[in-house]
């Protein structure tokens, strides 16, 4: 069978990669078209486009990139009435996922229409939760609490679980020995993970406060090596502001390396998302840290009720990782916590307690969540054909 997958982001390519995977083993024949990045393409799918043109955030950032956006909505469109794949799978990105799917509903393919990671209504605009039905006919989610939210919509929910907990956990031991050797980073050196984002407008943000908290590190502690695990879309522009601050740090690409860099890591400084569940799930202390820029931190106070930003913090329902966002996010507040994770003071024993119940949530080592995921599109497809 023919799968058209759209990933708009880093997040949703990984995951799109290990779906493929997943697919494949249980349909060997399958074909995949549509639109990702380097993991889904390293899986076999030729991208229409550049997932970097889809991967912006904020209010403010999106207006300017409106119209391009809407071109790629239309030449998407017009690629899947090329493919005539057997299901459309939308992964994450529900404001560009949204528009493909309101198209394809009105040309009445009579093909499935499948969504991979529930929008966050829980968070802000609860009423998506009361249309989605009507435009998609299967959502799988991450978390085993959000199917409530749109079962009483007559929309058919699923929890698989977040694809965290296997994207991270292979074969450690053999990792930890050669990924220090390929980067020539001694082994008696603690490594440090500095985590910027995906995105260019987090990159710019919050690199240059990072890279004064390795400076500051550097003079502080002897013992540590610094290593950033970056993606495609924005390795150049990290390369380029690592290499004029004259720091010496391993920059690393690829969801391999990526890897490596978890399992050899004992604390880390990252941009809020899906990387704080990451490390929670590999155990690594860490601090997150954000800013946005004025008219989006406005826009987020007025219209997004939540008490935490971080996923890790949401799913428990109460603070393990200290969030510094906006003005609070600063270099010497960082290095603050950055010490008590180092000298293991009670911070780092709340956050280890913390870290087993995420995984415990998050069902880790049951099925794998992309292998739940590809029987569930399996089966809505077979039942179609």
């Not at 459309?88 to 009579?110: C, G, M, Q, Y």
């Not at 939760?129 to 919509?153: G, S």
């Not at 500051?216 to 990290?238: G, L, W």
């Amino acid at each position: 069978m023919k799968y058209y997958l759209i990933a708009g982001e880093p997040s949703g390519d990984a995951l799109g990669g290990r779906l493929m995977d997943a697919i494949r083993r249980k349909d060997k024949k399958a074909e995949f078209f549509g639109i990702g990045g380097d993991s889904m393409q390293a899986h076999g799918l030729k991208s229409l486009f550049n997932i970097s043109e889809l991967a912006v955030m904020g209010f403010a950032e999106v207006l300017p990139s409106i119209p391009r956006i809407l071109r790629r909505i239309r030449e998407t469109m017009q690629n899947i009435a090329e493919v005539k794949p057997d299901a459309v799978i939308t992964i994450d990105s529900w404001s560009f996922s949204a528009r493909i799917h309101k198209k394809l509903r009105r040309l009445n393919l009579h093909i499935p229409q499948i969504h991979y990671v529930a929008p966050q209504v829980w968070a802000w605009k609860k009423k998506r939760a009361r249309t989605m039905y009507k435009y998609i006919d299967l959502l799988l989610t991450l978390f085993p609490n959000e199917p409530r939210y749109f079962t009483p919509y007559h929309l058919h929910s699923e929890f698989v679980g977040h694809p965290v907990i296997e994207s991270l956990i292979v074969n450690a031991s053999q990792e930890k020995n050669t990924f220090r050797k390929e980067h020539k980073i001694p082994a008696k050196k603690r490594i440090m993970l500095v985590l910027p984002g995906s995105r260019h407008n987090e990159v710019e943000r919050l690199l240059p406060d990072f890279l004064q908290v390795v400076e500051k590190m550097q003079t502080k502690y002897k013992d540590f090596a610094f290593v950033i695990p970056t993606v495609s879309t924005v390795a150049d522009r990290v390369k380029s502001m690592v290499s004029a601050a004259r720091l010496p740090i391993v920059v690393v690409e690829g969801e391999e390396e990526r890897r490596k860099a978890f399992q050899n890591a004992e604390v880390a400084i990252a941009a809020s998302g899906t990387v704080a569940l990451e490390l929670a799930i590999v155990g690594i202390p860490h601090i997150i840290a954000y800013k946005v820029p004025k008219l989006t931190e406005w826009l987020v106070r007025r219209f997004i009720h939540i008490q935490y930003v971080n996923l890790t913090n949401i799913l428990l329902g109460r603070e393990i990782v200290p969030e510094l966002l906006q003005q609070d996010c600063t270099p010497d507040n960082i290095l603050n916590y950055v010490d008590q994770f180092v000298a293991r003071k009670d911070l780092y024993a709340h956050q280890m307690k913390g870290f087993a119940d995420v995984r415990r949530v998050l069902g880790f080592g049951k099925q794998t969540p992309s292998d739940n995921a590809a029987a569930a599109i399996l089966k809505i497809v077979k039942t179609r054909r």
